[in-house]
């Protein structure tokens, strides 16, 4: 049995990559370290929470003391845990650079002192920057973030490289571009339209709403990362995506016509600040090389995941009274 230890796998994508992972690979056991933020929910892991190959430790990647309580043998380390709302880092960025990049050169630093098969970065489209109306990011293409967000998660990147370089932490990295699904916590896109759209609230399209995003579902990222662990050779960079873009607008009506709600729901807003205007991913290399692509027909997945938040009112429910964060506080007090 290897083991695999997960960082941020009580946020949307690291929870779904564990389920992932516990119902499809009989030859790994989890250790889900994760700090619950904001955007943490252990209730996301409700139904593995009793897997005798699931383990959950309380902790912070950017304190390195956590590191003297987790197990020497680990096989493998996939770092999920960031800070990931655009908006918010514009907001307010120290907390981006302290999780993101520091806790990131903290997990190399823990890799390095332990011997591990491999430590996957989870990163992101964003850290290529923004596209005109053609072309695709390519694995070569330059790092040009444009926001705090994408800026540390860029730098993490280049510490993730320069671990594997200078220290030989054999490492990969995966660039991805905007997932969706069950469990994604509803301040982004997707989920904040499903979510506002059943109450009868406004949704604030940002701009002229003609931004285009490359949407892919999260469990074909799942898979994609899973394939890197397995198949991926140590140093590359792999580019993740769906295939599919779509403008803002578009996707908004889209939700809006599932839901039965009127368009008139939808409010103009203000503009994001730096707001890139398209993404794209080029997905031939993992494709060529690894023999991965994303298998979720997007219109099919939509109507799932439209379904899913649908059925899970309690789950948004208690995101939007607070009590989901009691359990956070369970955890200080020891
Ligand atoms: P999320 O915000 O839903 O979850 C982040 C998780 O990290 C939470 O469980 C949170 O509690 C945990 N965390 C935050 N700070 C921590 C810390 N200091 N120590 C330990 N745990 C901490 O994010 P997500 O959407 O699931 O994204 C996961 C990763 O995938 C991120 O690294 C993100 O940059 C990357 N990514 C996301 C997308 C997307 O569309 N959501 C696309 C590409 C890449
Ligand atoms: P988001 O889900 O925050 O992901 P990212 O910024 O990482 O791509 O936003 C997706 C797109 O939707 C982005 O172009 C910003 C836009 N957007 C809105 O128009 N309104 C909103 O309320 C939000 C959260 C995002």
Same mark, same amino acid.
Request: aromatic share 12%.
């Given at each position: 049995?290897? =083991? $695999?230890?997960?960082?941020?796998?009580?946020?949307?994508?690291?929870?779904?990559?564990?389920?992932?992972?516990?119902? #499809?690979?009989?030859?790994?056991?989890?250790?889900?370290?994760?700090?619950?933020?904001?955007?943490?929910?252990?209730?996301?892991?409700?139904?593995?929470?009793?897997?005798?190959?699931?383990? !959950?430790?309380?902790?912070?990647?950017?304190?390195?003391?956590?590191?003297? /309580?987790?197990?020497?043998?680990?096989?493998? $380390?996939?770092?999920?845990?960031?800070?990931? *709302?655009?908006?918010?880092?514009?907001?307010?960025?120290?907390?981006?650079?302290?999780?993101?990049?520091? +806790?990131?050169? #903290?997990?190399?630093?823990?890799?390095?002192?332990?011997? $591990?098969?491999?430590?996957?970065?989870?990163?992101?489209?964003?850290?290529? +920057?923004?596209?005109?109306?053609?072309?695709? !990011?390519?694995?070569?293409?330059?790092?040009?973030?444009?926001?705090?967000?994408?800026?540390?998660?860029?730098?993490?990147?280049? !510490?993730?490289?320069?671990?594997?370089?200078?220290?030989?932490?054999?490492?990969?990295?995966? /660039?991805?571009?905007? #997932?969706?699904?069950?469990?994604?916590?509803?301040?982004?896109?997707?989920?904040?339209?499903?979510?506002?759209?059943?109450?009868?609230?406004?949704?604030?399209?940002?701009?002229? +709403? =003609?931004? $285009?995003?490359?949407?892919?579902?999260?469990?074909?990222?799942?898979?994609?990362?899973?394939?890197?662990?397995?198949? +991926?050779?140590?140093?590359?960079?792999?580019?993740?995506?769906?295939?599919?873009?779509?403008?803002?607008? &578009?996707?908004?009506?889209?939700?809006?016509?599932?839901? &039965?709600?009127?368009?008139?729901?939808?409010?103009?807003?203000?503009?994001?600040?730096? *707001?890139?205007?398209?993404?794209?991913?080029?997905?031939?290399?993992?494709?060529?090389?690894?023999?991965?692509?994303?298998?979720?027909?997007?219109?099919?997945?939509?109507?799932?995941?439209?379904?899913?938040?649908?059925?899970?009112?309690?789950?948004?429910?208690?995101?939007?009274?607070?009590?989901?964060?009691?359990? /956070?506080?369970? !955890?200080?007090?020891?």
């Amino acid at each position: 049995m290897e =083991t $695999i230890l997960v960082t941020g796998g009580a946020g949307f994508i690291g929870s779904n990559f564990i389920r992932f992972v516990l119902s #499809n690979f009989k030859e790994y056991q989890v250790i889900n370290l994760d700090f619950l933020t904001y955007a943490g929910n252990l209730s996301n892991l409700k139904d593995v929470e009793t897997d005798k190959k699931y383990k !959950f430790i309380f902790g912070d990647i950017s304190d390195k003391k956590i590191f003297e /309580r987790l197990p020497k043998n680990i096989d493998y $380390i996939i770092n999920f845990a960031a800070e990931s *709302h655009v908006d918010r880092s514009i907001q307010e960025a120290g907390i981006f650079l302290k999780t993101n990049v520091l +806790g990131t050169l #903290n997990l190399l630093e823990h890799a390095r002192s332990i011997s $591990i098969k491999k430590f996957i970065q989870v990163s992101t489209d964003e850290v290529y +920057g923004s596209l005109d109306e053609t072309g695709k !990011f390519s694995e070569t293409t330059n790092l040009s973030p444009n926001n705090p967000y994408s800026a540390s998660k860029a730098s993490a990147d280049l !510490f993730v490289n320069s671990y594997h370089k200078t220290h030989e932490v054999p490492a990969n990295i995966t /660039r991805c571009s905007n #997932n969706y699904g069950p469990y994604q916590f509803p301040e982004k896109l997707i989920p904040l339209t499903i979510m506002r759209a059943l109450n009868d609230q406004e949704i604030p399209v940002y701009g002229d +709403g =003609t931004n $285009i995003r490359d949407w892919i579902h999260v469990e074909d990222h799942a898979r994609g990362i899973m394939t890197v662990l397995q198949k +991926g050779k140590i140093g590359e960079i792999y580019n993740i995506g769906g295939g599919n873009e779509i403008q803002n607008i &578009n996707l908004v009506k889209s939700i809006l016509s599932q839901l &039965n709600k009127p368009f008139d729901l939808i409010s103009f807003v203000e503009d994001r600040k730096g *707001h890139d205007k398209r993404y794209a991913i080029d997905f031939r290399k993992i494709h060529e090389k690894l023999s991965w692509s994303p298998k979720i027909d997007f219109k099919k997945g939509l109507e799932n995941t439209v379904q899913w938040y649908k059925n899970n009112i309690d789950w948004i429910r208690n995101i939007q009274d607070g009590s989901y964060l009691k359990i /956070r506080e369970q !955890f200080f007090k020891g």
